[in-house]
């Protein structure tokens, strides 16, 4: 049936091989690949790729350049969503031979960036791409490596919170977060300081992903911030109680008003007894009347007694 004149019949043969999943189909499958209808070819790929790591992975990219753009997209996406790793090279090579599209290229950032490691040669091909002309390609580039290893390319990825596109810079910052280093944290606290406000919220929710310790003052000092302060105070919330004694070290010091009343709002969330004789010590002895009253409501929204 794969060899039949008729083109629904061997779209049929190749729809069932998909589905059995029977290894003594491959060939036939890969032979399919050459069909002389993009249909047939087509579900030809999408059938090799049920067979997940069993899929002829060589055989198949051996079809890159040959048949239309739109084949060639499909392959690349397929060699993405399995992860295969001797699959890097020659996508990077084929990036290298130029005239390709931008949808092309889209793609094979993407890929590279679900199959890459720091052995092969993808992530250097990537770092390249943070330098293009396109800001969406400098933007996937960001993402691609972060998916590599986050904490592996902070210094990349860092440099990336500089460009010149607002997006770039947002990605560049989603990706420090993950990466949760120390070295890290300056970096995103510096973006919180951007003109762009969508880089600022990115910056305080990265702040908040990184689950470090040395994220909370950055954080605290966001409460200020008219713009972001209700941003900063869902972050720290999240950071979770791990933190608490920072907030509470804060919330007794010689800080800014407005940051000292922002964490007070904050630990009022947490349900632990610590956070209680925080609380009523500062209602109870605190100088500052503002910071008196902003305890005593913190208490009474968490339901203890003043």
């Known amino acids: 049936?794969?060899?039949?004149?008729?083109?629904?019949?061997?779209?049929?043969?190749?729809?069932?091989?998909?589905?059995?999943?029977?290894?003594?189909?491959l060939p036939l499958l890969v032979s399919a690949l050459s069909d002389e209808e993009e249909l047939v070819r087509r579900e030809a790929l999408f059938s090799l790729t049920e067979y997940g790591e069993a899929m002829p992975v060589n055989r198949v990219l051996q079809q890159l350049g040959r048949q239309d753009e739109r084949l060639d997209y499909e392959i690349i996406m397929a060699i993405g969503r399995i992860g295969r790793t001797e699959a890097e090279m020659t996508l990077v090579d084929y990036l290298a031979d130029g005239g390709i599209s931008t949808r092309l290229e889209f793609a094979v950032i993407e890929a590279l960036g679900k199959i890459g490691s720091r052995k092969g040669g993808g992530w250097q091909t990537l770092s390249r791409y943070l330098g293009h002309a396109d800001p969406d390609i400098r933007r996937l580039a960001v993402q691609a490596l972060a998916s590599i290893g986050a904490g592996e390319f902070v210094e990349e990825i860092a440099e990336a919170t500089q460009d010149r596109h607002w997006s770039v810079r947002a990605a560049a910052l989603q990706g420090l977060g993950?990466?949760?280093?120390?070295?890290?944290?300056?970096?995103?606290?510096?973006a919180l300081k951007d003109p762009d406000v969508?880089?600022?919220?990115?910056?305080?929710?990265?702040?908040?992903?990184?689950?470090?310790?040395?994220?909370?003052?950055?954080?605290?000092?966001?409460?200020?911030?008219?713009?972001?302060?209700?941003?900063?105070?869902?972050?720290?919330?999240?950071?979770?109680?791990?933190?608490l004694s920072l907030l509470h070290a804060l919330a007794g010091g010689n800080e800014p008003?407005?940051?000292?009343?922002?964490?007070?709002?904050?630990?009022?969330?947490?349900?632990?007894?610590?956070?209680?004789?925080v609380l009523a010590d500062l209602v109870k002895n605190d100088p500052v009347e503002e910071i008196r009253t902003a305890a005593s409501h913190a208490l009474i929204l968490r339901g203890g007694r003043v």
């Open 1 to 25: 049936m794969f060899g039949d004149r008729e083109v629904l019949v061997r779209l049929e043969a190749v729809k069932a091989a998909g589905k059995w999943k029977k290894k003594e189909f």
């Open 178 to 190: 993950r990466s949760g280093s120390d070295c890290a944290i300056p970096c995103i606290a510096a």
């Open 198 to 243: 969508m880089v600022k919220k990115n910056a305080v929710s990265a702040l908040a992903e990184t689950g470090n310790g040395l994220a909370v003052p950055e954080l605290a000092k966001c409460l200020a911030d008219p713009e972001l302060v209700k941003y900063a105070s869902e972050a720290l919330y999240e950071l979770g109680s791990a933190h």
């Open 257 to 277: 008003l407005l940051l000292r009343q922002g964490v007070l709002s904050v630990i009022g969330k947490f349900d632990d007894e610590q956070s209680v004789r």
